[in-house]
């Protein structure tokens, strides 16, 4: 029984310490099916299929700039200070 309690202790201490992680894929995946939704939506209040075209793809647009601007800190990448004193010695 110690046992089991220890691993359970164990796994929930890794999901809260992953919390914000999940959190941002859940906006992730939020942003990126938008425009989905958002025609889905349309679609149900019966709008015009250029409409629902336009806006989804406005919606879509602007998710994806939210989604650079919000993730950006994982797309930029740093040297690391070794890399640089060996680049400095080659040239």
């Given at each position: 029984?110690s046992?089991i309690?220890?691993?359970?202790?164990?796994?929930?201490?890794?999901l809260k310490e992953s919390l914000?992680?999940?959190?941002?894929?859940?906006?992730?995946?939020f942003?990126?099916s938008?425009?989905?939704?958002v025609?889905?939506l349309?679609?149900?209040?019966?709008f015009?299929?250029?409409?629902?075209?336009m806006?989804?793809?406005i919606t879509?647009v602007?998710?994806?700039?939210?989604?650079?601007?919000?993730?950006?800190k994982y797309?930029?990448?740093?040297?690391?200070p070794?890399?640089k004193?060996?680049?400095r010695?080659?040239k």
């Amino acid at each position: 029984m110690s046992l089991i309690s220890s691993w359970f202790k164990t796994q929930f201490g890794y999901l809260k310490e992953s919390l914000p992680e999940i959190l941002d894929g859940l906006i992730l995946v939020f942003l990126v099916s938008s425009g989905v939704i958002v025609a889905i939506l349309l679609r149900s209040l019966d709008f015009n299929g250029i409409i629902i075209t336009m806006v989804s793809i406005i919606t879509e647009v602007i998710a994806l700039v939210i989604c650079y601007f919000y993730f950006r800190k994982y797309l930029e990448s740093e040297e690391k200070p070794e890399l640089k004193k060996q680049a400095r010695k080659f040239k």
